[in-house]
């Protein structure tokens, strides 16, 4: 008997394979790896370029947290040049636009791209730089531009574009509201108005006619400070009457509504003092995102915080610790309920996290100087919805842009 | 070991330096306490950016105007106007939109036109406009008329705090004469260095003597009351510039009244009633004597010739106390011993300015007929070439309602403040007013006072008529 014959074929048979074969095999494996990898990298760029243009974020924020939110300080970008002492500082909406308020020179709010190319500025009506005072700032959901003219007590507001539209001139009065009710008529287009808090008087002139003075509101309980939006559009005003420096609160309602007729429904809190609970030059008011407001408490050295329901809640950052403050000015709340204080004082910024129970100081950044990064009595602050922080440097006469 | 020594000393000396934390600011003027924090506010013990004794954590100018631009203080010193209504200090001043007395540094809100009223006048002929000369702070400038006769005009950078003293009415205390916001008893036999522990307030936290002034340097030719020298600085201790408005609402700020407790207790003792500050009462010991004892007929507040004194202590030559006696001073100044309705030739412009009697020409007229009235010349050479005849800078008597009277007017003046501001005005100068003086007047270091409105309350030199209407036959209107 004999063994049939199998046929065998290579394969089944181990093969002896060249070096040069195993090589190649191997720079194959290499590539498929790495074609492997850069298209998970491309995946991830699409993916979070999509996202950033469905909500921009900063990228750390967009990142999963591996332990916990990621705290650490932004960065310096550039800065706006061409300012006189700048105290107030907003941004549009859409963040295409900067406005900044001038304290010194002409007095301006100065408008620039966000590339900081200047684009025009503009003033309340026939004021000079020696009868107006224009120091902080808010733009509304809206694009319009409230500007807090101290001289004379006057909330300017203005359209996107610089335009000037109204003013509030007592805490339930508008310029608009005012002037209608002496020409007794709707006011026809062209018609100029403001006031004058030295001599007490509206100033208004109807086009084709003579201007006009009369008497107008002694604003006994109106001396306007600060201002700020919530994210509701509920507009927040520090206001320093004397013995009673507190916070005034619109909704967004009565600021949306007809300013011709101007009848808010005003919430307040707030004493002048430096105890708990009491207020001494509140420069800045924000809220976080449970509603808590919380007061740039400038010459009590501190932040103050209120409940939603405005009942005096606590304090922080007063005191000689590291996280403490000197001369709060203009706050700002970010969208993580961190928030960035701007002290004038001690020449930085410092961010706390408010999101806990308890305030965390995060960190602080910028110190004294000149030079790139460094501040010179920093006085407001705002950020926009991509992070990007905008800085009024008033005596380096710009706007510092960092960003996170 | 030895890297690890290196590295821990390195560690420690980094520990050090980063030692001097942002402190919290409660407020910065007073206010303190035992566990205060408030010193952090301003200054900072191994960080400062500011050296020789203040340690301050930033230019004095740019830290006090983060506040006193409105955003922190209701006086806004920028634009010399109030910016919160409220004020505790008066009618005028508290009134939203008011004027400061000073003035501003940028801006101010003055009435300089010849209105017959009141610079300062709240809500009314008061308006705006940028500052044509200022008491210029943080930079350097020359102090016109400092120091001794022929001397050059010192240079000094002036600050906020040169004149006013952040510390308030909680100063520090120390030994010696230069207490800031005390007041002790000025009488002969009060030691003038007795430390004091009475804290006050003064009107706008003001010094009782400029810091880093040098003291005043009294003429070579005396012109104070006893005929000797005026006392230097450091003796008249402890006054402070109090505030005590007029009834009437006076526009004027002025320094008045008070009534004190001074000593350490239990050994306290009243210091006062000051009626005023008061340079005429001399004595034997040439010490400055606090109580006036000017007649009763005569109503008029003293104290200007604090403001004086306090001006003085930098702008030493302009000083002319031209007040060198009351009618119960008989001092060895005048010859004529017990003839208090004497009238001296009226001369006013003889040189020498002595009449032949040995006294300094003075003119009073007695209580009754002929009329009452205190006239003032400044007839008393300094011995200066410049700074030769001075107007009185001492109690002046002015006719605030323009009335052509000299001396005629209720309301009174406070010396160097009766005709300037002393942060910014908005006078303007034009003309003979606005052109090189006539004949051309050069001090000793050659620079020229030409054209400035020298801080000067009122255009022009309509500030000459407020006083001297009837002199120059001007009629006064309104």
């Not at chain 2, 303190?32 to 004794?53: L, P, W």
């Not at chain 2, 119960?328 to 004497?342: F, H, L, N």
Request: glycine letters at 10%.
């Amino acid at each position: 008997m004999t063994t049939p014959d199998i046929e065998l074929e290579s394969k089944d048979f181990p093969q002896n394979i060249s070096p040069e074969d195993k090589q190649d095999e191997r720079k194959r494996r290499k590539l498929l790896l790495l074609l492997i990898l850069l298209l998970s990298l491309l995946c991830c760029v699409g993916y979070f370029f999509v996202r950033y243009l469905l909500k921009p974020e900063p990228l750390p924020e967009m990142l999963v947290p591996l332990t916990g939110a990621i705290s650490y300080p932004p960065a310096y970008v550039s800065s706006i040049i061409g300012l006189d002492g700048p105290v107030g500082v907003a941004v549009s909406p859409d963040g295409q636009r900067i406005y900044a308020v001038e304290s010194t020179g002409e007095r301006l709010i100065k408008m620039f791209d966000r590339n900081g190319n200047f684009i025009k500025s503009f003033a309340p009506p026939g004021t000079s730089n020696s009868n107006r005072k224009p120091a902080y700032i808010a733009v509304d959901a809206a694009g319009r531009v409230f500007v807090n003219d101290t001289y004379n007590n006057v909330v300017a507001i203005f359209d996107a574009d610089g335009n000037f539209l109204d003013g509030m001139i007592d805490k339930d009065l508008t310029l608009s509201e005012f002037v209608t009710a002496q020409v007794g008529s709707a006011l026809p287009q062209g018609t100029l108005y403001y006031f004058n808090n030295i001599t007490k008087t509206v100033d208004y002139k109807l086009p084709d006619q003579e201007a006009k003075s009369v008497p107008g509101p002694q604003q006994t309980e109106w001396s306007p400070l600060g201002l700020r939006f919530d994210p509701d559009g509920n507009l927040l005003v520090t206001n320093i009457i004397s013995g009673k420096h507190g916070v005034l609160i619109y909704s967004a309602a009565d600021i949306n509504g007809s300013l011709l007729g101007f009848n808010p429904q005003i919430k307040e809190f707030g004493v002048e003092g430096k105890e708990n609970g009491q207020l001494s030059f509140p420069n800045s008011v924000v809220v976080d995102s449970l509603g808590n407001f919380y007061v740039s408490d400038g010459n009590n050295g501190r932040v103050s915080v209120w409940t939603i329901d405005m009942q005096y809640k606590t304090f922080f950052a007063f005191g000689s610790n590291e996280d403490s403050l000197n001369l709060p000015r203009g706050i700002w709340m970010s969208d993580k309920d961190r928030l960035h204080v701007a002290d004038s004082v001690g020449q930085y910024i410092r961010v706390y996290d408010v999101s806990g129970s308890e305030p965390k100081f995060l960190f602080n950044f910028g110190e004294f100087g000149t030079l790139e990064g460094e501040f010179n009595f920093p006085i407001d602050i705002c950020i926009d919805a991509g992070g990007r922080l905008y800085i009024a440097d008033r005596d380096n006469n710009r706007i510092q842009i960092w960003s996170y | 070991m030895k890297k690890f020594l290196f590295a821990l000393a390195l560690g420690l000396l980094l520990v050090l330096a980063l030692a001097t934390v942002a402190m919290a600011d409660n407020g910065p003027h007073g206010g303190f306490t035992a566990t205060t924090d408030a010193c952090a506010g301003c200054h900072r013990a191994h960080s400062a950016k500011v050296g020789s004794n203040s340690l301050l954590i930033m230019d004095p100018e740019a830290l006090c105007l983060t506040c006193h631009n409105g955003s922190g203080a209701a006086t806004n010193v920028v634009d010399g106007v109030y910016m919160a209504a409220g004020s505790p200090y008066g009618s005028v001043e508290g009134t939203d939109g008011a004027s400061l007395f000073g003035g501003g540094f940028t801006n101010a809100l003055m009435a300089t036109a010849w209105n017959g009223s009141h610079t300062f006048k709240a809500g009314s002929d008061a308006t705006s406009k940028a500052t044509t000369s200022t008491h210029g702070v943080g930079a350097a400038g020359t102090v016109w008329g400092s120091g001794a006769n022929n001397s050059t005009n010192a240079g000094m950078v002036l600050e906020c705090t040169t004149c006013h003293d952040p510390h308030g009415k909680a100063g520090f205390t120390n030994a010696t004469t230069q207490t800031t916001g005390c007041n002790v008893t000025l009488a002969a036999s009060t030691p003038l260095t007795e430390s004091c522990t009475v804290k006050v307030s003064s009107y706008r936290l003001l010094r009782w003597q400029p810091q880093g002034s040098g003291g005043f340097t009294a003429p070579a030719t005396s012109v104070n009351w006893s005929g000797g020298n005026f006392p230097v600085s450091g003796l008249t201790a402890g006054w402070t510039v109090p505030d005590n408005y007029a009834a009437n609402g006076s526009e004027w700020y002025t320094i008045g009244a008070q009534t004190l407790t001074c000593g350490t207790a239990p050994n306290t003792y009243a210091c006062g009633p000051f009626a005023a500050g008061d340079y005429n009462n001399g004595n034997a010991n040439n010490t400055y004597q606090p109580l006036n004892a000017a007649p009763a007929t005569q109503t008029y507040i003293p104290a200007a010739v604090n403001t004086a004194y306090f001006c003085a202590q930098c702008h030493d030559r302009y000083f002319n106390n031209s007040r060198l006696r009351n009618n119960t001073d008989e001092s060895a100044y005048c010859t004529r011993i017990g003839d208090v309705g004497y009238v001296p030739p009226v001369d006013i412009n003889s040189v020498s300015a002595v009449d032949a009697t040995g006294c300094l020409p003075y003119y009073y007229t007695g209580t009754t007929a002929p009329t009452p009235r205190w006239l003032w010349a400044d007839v008393r050479s300094s011995g200066d070439t410049t700074y030769m005849f001075r107007h009185a800078s001492g109690d002046i008597r002015l006719s605030m309602d323009g009335t052509s009277t000299a001396g005629g007017g209720t309301s009174v003046s406070r010396s160097c403040v009766a005709c300037h501001v002393s942060h910014g005005t908005t006078a303007a100068m034009t003309a003979l007013a606005g052109t090189a003086d006539t004949p051309a007047v050069t001090p000793p270091d050659g620079a020229s006072l030409a054209g400035g409105s020298t801080l000067l309350r009122m255009d022009n030199r309509s500030l000459c008529l407020r006083c001297h209407a009837s002199t120059v036959n001007f009629t006064v209107t309104p």
